[in-house]
């Protein structure tokens, strides 16, 4: 076989894209859509784990960016129960400062905000310089659940997916950069994780009552995406749809594109060295008895 020959085979076989935050190599041989790995294939959790560190890593990076040019990222997180977004928003916000990303999962409205304008209560949430604010569900509450559990009329989402768009638009004009995200899941992928939810412990609080009706309801929460996406999905503020049924991947993919929608840059590292400790002088160990935790691991 010719050199030529060999170096033709050897690019039949693997096919590599990338983006400014990574790069990702695929089996081409199995699917030539290079932004779309195959399906059968799993991810490993040893390079999950080794990639969303690097991904944390640029997080940080962003977080320095943010808070040293003042600027204004509002995400917002969107999807059916047991999408994922809960997964998603904890790995981005997992390794920085609260103080620069601060999560918002406003509770249901009571009385008074309910007699208020109903984007009122989530304008105060959005971003000011030098933080990044996550929506873990936003202002589009009304034209998924409230409209599909009928917590508000049809009139009332048809008024609110005409002025969305303006009202998107003016936070994009103060400065804010807006990303929106629907996480999408299969019906089946759905009842999987609700499933098992209901037999582990630790994830029991997330099955409401109000998620068990919603489950039945796949095809009414459809049309509503729907007819949100329609209507909200603009050049200023765009929708981004991400497949979540494999959640590592989807992980990866929602925090890598997040950053490439930024134009952040990462801040040469200061030198840091521990001081020296200060003399103990006349210090001693108090001998009064404390409350000790017991040891028992």
């Known amino acids: ?14 096919a590599t894209h990338g983006s400014r935050s990574g790069r990702v190599t695929v089996d081409a041989s199995q699917d030539q859509d290079l932004g779309k790995p195959p399906a059968a294939a799993k991810l490993r959790r040893k390079d999950y784990e080794r990639e969303l560190a690097r ?41 920085v400062s609260p103080r620069v990303f601060r999560v918002v999962a406003l509770p249901a409205p009571s009385d008074r905000e309910k007699t208020q304008m109903y984007i009122q209560r989530y304008l105060p949430h ?22 599909v559990m009928g917590f508000c009329t049809e009139d009332e989402v048809r008024r609110f997916l005409a002025l969305t768009p ?19 899941v299969t019906a089946d992928e759905q009842t ?17 009552p109000m998620d068990l009706q919603s489950y039945s309801r ?32 989807a992980r990866l993919n929602i925090i890598s594109h997040l950053l490439d929608q930024i134009p952040y840059k990462a801040l040469p590292p200061s030198k840091v060295a521990l001081p020296d400790r200060q003399e103990p002088a006349d210090y001693r160990e108090p001998t009064r008895a404390r409350h000790l935790v017991p040891q028992r691991f």
Not at 1 to 14: A, I, L, P, V
Not at 126 to 147: C, M
Request: positive net charge; glycine residues 8%.
């Open 1 to 14: 076989m010719s050199h030529k020959k060999k170096k033709k085979k050897r690019q039949g076989k693997q």
């Open 55 to 95: 991904l944390q890593v640029e997080l940080v990076h962003l977080q320095q960016w943010v808070v040293r040019e003042g600027a204004k990222v509002c995400g917002v997180f969107e999807g059916r129960d047991g999408a994922g977004k809960g997964g998603v928003i904890k790995r981005i916000t997992e390794r």
């Open 126 to 147: 959005l971003p000011a310089g030098g933080e990044i604010v996550i929506f873990d569900r936003s202002w589009y509450n009304r034209a998924g659940v409230e409209r």
């Open 166 to 184: 303006f009202t998107e638009q003016a936070i994009v004009d103060s400065g804010v950069i807006l990303l929106k995200y629907w996480l999408d």
């Open 192 to 208: 999987r994780r609700l499933e098992s939810r209901m037999d582990d412990g630790r994830k029991t609080w997330k099955l409401s």
């Open 218 to 249: 796949w095809y009414d929460y459809s049309r509503a995406r729907d007819d949100m996406l329609a209507a909200t999905d603009t050049e200023f503020a765009p929708w981004f749809v991400a497949d979540s049924n494999d959640k590592r991947r």
